[in-house]
């Protein structure tokens, strides 16, 4: 991809998108973090400490190349994002929790994505350049393009709410918008490689999403987690910040190969998430116990 595009044009287009997330955040958004102790609790074990392991376990049996592997770590150690906010939305879902949840693990995934990244590049890419890795420069970068735009955000909202009331869908929209311009810039940089890539990881990002909404959906649902809740959290944890992932691997890593698997996962995480919420929605309506959930 263009250098200016990956160095400018990225990280600006992904500060549009998490100060938009910001316009629709509030303090209170953290708060009722501790009063939804279960439902977070789980999302949040869920997103940080499975989905990375579950992850793992697929480059092993599925074997890709090295970087790659990277990029799928990279991938799952990002947030969900706007997009699962919306798709909750769609299909009725909690978004409160979603706003939460997306607002404290972008916080979170501030330390633990580099985490994430430098462990995988030291397992899959022992012999690559020491530079690969997210040294305490480029985590500054992560934290800058993540964090400054939502609490910018923030503080608008708490200026004018009339003004991030206005905002919001304009902004969701243009965050839509520059989900796929990002993963079409992706795909196009790497145009000479796409056939070999999605053989090398169409599969995986593929069971990795079905995987991760399953997740989910079910490992709340085992804890007594209400229907719309588990809904809720099936979209935060099957639906990555594809933006943040691909900008951290052109702009921040300087790797067209690692923002190869967020750009394919972008394109397949819309249709299974579709199909997930259409599934769980009819479960529900069919059900005389998700009836009364949807009801109250």
Same mark, same amino acid.
């Given at each position: 991809?263009? *250098?200016?595009?990956?160095?400018?044009?990225?990280?600006?287009? &992904?500060?549009?998108?998490?100060?938009?997330?910001?316009?629709? !955040?509030?303090?209170?958004?953290? =708060? =009722?973090? +501790? =009063?939804?102790?279960?439902?977070?609790?789980?999302?949040?074990?869920?997103?940080?400490?499975?989905?990375? !392991?579950m992850c793992f376990g697929l480059?092993?049996?599925?074997?890709?190349?090295?970087?790659? +592997?990277?990029g799928m770590m990279l991938l799952a150690a990002s947030p969900g994002g706007t997009t699962a906010? !919306?798709?909750?939305? &769609?299909?009725? $879902?909690?978004?409160?929790?979603?706003? *939460?949840?997306?607002? #404290?693990?972008? #916080?979170?995934?501030?330390?633990?994505?580099?985490?994430?990244?430098? &462990?995988?590049?030291?397992?899959?890419r022992p012999d690559a350049d020491g530079d690969v890795g997210l040294q305490f420069a480029k985590m500054v970068q992560v934290f800058a393009i993540v964090l400054i735009p939502v609490v910018l955000g923030m503080i608008v909202r708490s200026? *004018? %709410? +009339?003004?991030?009331? =206005?905002?919001?869908?304009? #902004?969701?929209i243009l965050s839509i918008v520059i989900l796929v311009a990002v993963v079409v810039g992706a795909i196009v940089a790497e145009r000479?490689?796409?056939?070999?890539?999605?053989?090398?990881? $169409?599969? !995986?990002?593929?069971?990795?999403? +079905?995987? %991760?909404?399953?997740?989910?959906?079910?490992?709340?649902?085992?804890?007594? #987690?209400?229907?719309?809740?588990?809904?809720?959290?099936a979209f935060e944890v099957g639906i990555h910040n594809g933006t943040l992932a691909i900008t951290v691997a052109l702009s921040v890593l300087d790797e067209k190969q690692l923002a190869v698997p967020a750009a394919v996962y972008s394109l397949v995480m819309v249709p299974l998430a579709t199909v997930a919420g259409l599934l769980i929605t009819r479960?529900?309506?069919? *059900?005389?116990?998700?009836?009364?959930?949807?009801?109250?």
């Open positions: 991809m263009d *250098s200016a595009l990956s160095s400018i044009g990225l990280p600006v287009a &992904l500060a549009i998108v998490m100060f938009g997330l910001g316009l629709a !955040l509030t303090v209170e958004d953290f =708060r =009722r973090t +501790a =009063r939804e102790p279960k439902a977070v609790a789980l999302a949040l074990g869920t997103q940080l400490l499975i989905l990375p !392991l480059i092993i049996l599925l074997d890709p190349p090295p970087a790659l +592997a990277v906010n !919306l798709f909750s939305h &769609l299909f009725h $879902g909690d978004v409160a929790l979603n706003i *939460s949840l997306t607002a #404290v693990n972008s #916080v979170i995934a501030v330390i633990t994505l580099p985490i994430v990244v430098n &462990l995988s590049t030291d397992y899959f200026r *004018s %709410s +009339a003004f991030a009331a =206005r905002a919001d869908r304009p #902004v969701r000479a490689n796409v056939a070999d890539y999605l053989t090398d990881i $169409g599969i !995986l990002t593929s069971v990795f999403c +079905a995987l %991760s909404l399953t997740v989910g959906y079910l490992l709340p649902r085992a804890a007594g #987690v209400s229907e719309r809740q588990s809904l809720s959290t479960k529900t309506r069919l *059900s005389p116990q998700g009836e009364r959930t949807q009801r109250s």
